[in-house]
């Protein structure tokens, strides 16, 4: 029996998730943003409806969708239900399906504070982009009760191209923290590489070949240097959740105990990107940083 279906959040991700259940026939009934226009947009585009608040997303749907941007983002939406408007009002046997990437503890807290109410939660952390989303080959990365998992399998396979169950809720966040950190410093390195082979007047599209063809290749170079090249940075993934996420990653570490100097030193790079006014450009943005003469610091 189909089950109805909501998203909270509908930026760039959250609207093409849910055109992309909408295109496989599932019922995608209620859409919620903080920006309410654009919820009233892509409601329109959908046939469906567009809540003022997170308690209406919940009675409408079984299954709900959240992609939010942040720690403090996901704890207002899932609120204590007396402290006012929350997705855990009335939630009992509902499932929250939480896609963005946030301290494993958030997720944690999320998953006990539905479990209170009768609910229960998935992490789904996704290591993809725009496109993917649009066109249902997401990477997912899934956490909580397997029992929850394979209720929402069925979803989550016309969102993906590959789907991997981690283990307990916050592993897969942790596994994405560890994926997003790893991206972060790869292009801070690339853009690096390319700035000074650009200094020393290489042919740039000759130093990506070579790249492409020697230890320097990776994903991000098939993905980000022409772009690093043409100063092409429109946004798929933007510095600001780059600098988030690689915070994100230093804050386990300083848990565990370890010192990540690659890590923290692209995590600067990238927080330099949006003190700049930086932030919403791609990552790769951060070639605007290291090529000579590119980038200008506001002066004080």
């Known amino acids: 029996m189909p089950q109805n279906i909501g998203f909270v959040g509908v930026g760039r991700m959250g609207a093409n998730m849910a055109r992309r259940l909408k295109d496989c026939g599932e019922p995608v009934m209620v ?4 920006q ?5 947009v892509l409601a329109q ?4 409806q567009a809540t003022a ?18 720690d403090a983002a996901m704890r207002r939406i899932f609120a204590p239900p007396s402290r006012g408007d929350s997705l855990l009002r009335g939630a009992r046997g509902k499932v929250f399906v939480n896609c963005a990437t946030l301290t494993p503890a958030v997720h944690v807290e999320v998953e006990r504070a539905a479990r209170r109410v009768g609910a229960t939660t998935l992490e789904a952390c996704m290591a993809s982009s725009i496109p993917q989303a649009r066109d249902g080959k997401l990477y ?29 809720t916050g592993q897969a966040a942790t596994m994405k ?37 020697t230890g320097a290749a990776s994903q991000v170079l098939k993905t980000d240097g022409e772009d690093m090249q043409n100063r092409e940075h429109s946004c798929f993934f933007s510095a600001a959740h780059a600098a988030k996420d690689s915070g994100i990653a230093l804050r386990l570490a300083v ?9 923290a030193a692209t995590a600067r790079q990238y927080r330099r990107m949006v003190k700049a006014g930086l932030g919403e450009l791609d990552k790769s943005g951060v070639a605007e940083l290291t090529f000579k003469g590119r980038h200008k610091p506001r002066t004080k």
């Open 255 to 263: 848990d565990k105990g370890l010192q990540l100097p690659l890590a």
């Open 140 to 168: 997912l990365m899934c956490g909580g009760d397997p029992a929850t998992f394979e209720r929402v399998r069925p979803l989550l396979e016309k969102l993906s191209a590959s789907l991997r169950f981690i283990g307990q």
């Open 31 to 34: 859409v919620y943003d903080t």
């Open 177 to 213: 923290a560890l994926v997003n950190m790893v991206m972060n410093i790869n292009t801070a390195a690339l853009a690096e590489g390319l700035a000074l082979a650009d200094a020393c007047k290489l042919d740039l599209a000759l130093v990506r070949e070579v790249f492409a063809q």
């Open 53 to 70: 608040t997170l308690a209406d997303v919940t009675a409408a749907a079984d299954i709900v969708f959240t992609v939010v941007t942040d």
């Open 36 to 40: 309410r226009e654009s919820a009233m």
């Open 45 to 48: 585009e959908l046939g469906c």
